[in-house]
């Protein structure tokens, strides 16, 4: 069965979840290394599987920073090169997790529209994912 993506979210896990809000959008990007183990003679390439790694990226409207709010966690663990545990819903139960280095911040702020942040993380250790309850 398709999953609406207007169910989505971004959420900082902390003590207490903090939703980021004014996220638009996001991605995940999952890659595993293949390593090539081909032999002299064979007729076609073998590999085995190497390491494998996560990113992910958001989008949205900038939202002003309050004091426990999820976009005040991302760009404090941005500015203090800390971990969150970032958590990417695709539906209302369903989710992606693992630690994340935010190592992208970029806000635009236009005459003529709202003010937008871009985020991107790179994760640092296992994703999962979480199947709700």
């Keep these: 069965m398709a999953v609406a993506g ?8 902390t003590e207490s979840d903090q939703k980021v809000v004014g996220i638009k ?3 995940l990007e999952l890659s595993l290394d293949t ?3 081909t032999s002299l003679g064979d007729d076609w390439k073998n590999y085995i599987t ?3 790694e996560w990113s992910a990226s958001s989008e949205g409207d900038y939202e002003v920073p309050l004091d426990g709010q999820g976009q005040a966690a991302l760009q404090y663990a941005y500015l203090h090169g800390t971990t969150v545990t970032l958590k990417l819903f695709v539906d209302e ?3 992606y997790t693992g ?3 935010i190592n992208s911040l970029s806000i635009e702020d236009p005459v003529d529209d709202v ?10 250790g296992a994703l999962s994912f979480e199947l709700g309850e």
Excluded: F, M, Q, R
């Design 99 to 101: 630690e994340a280095y």
């Design 115 to 124: 003010v937008s942040i871009s985020i991107e993380c790179t994760g640092t």
């Design 25 to 27: 959008n996001w991605s």
């Design 93 to 95: 139960k369903n989710y």
């Design 50 to 52: 190497g390491l494998k």
């Design 6 to 13: 207007k169910n989505g979210k971004v959420v900082i896990g």
């Design 35 to 37: 390593l090539e183990t």
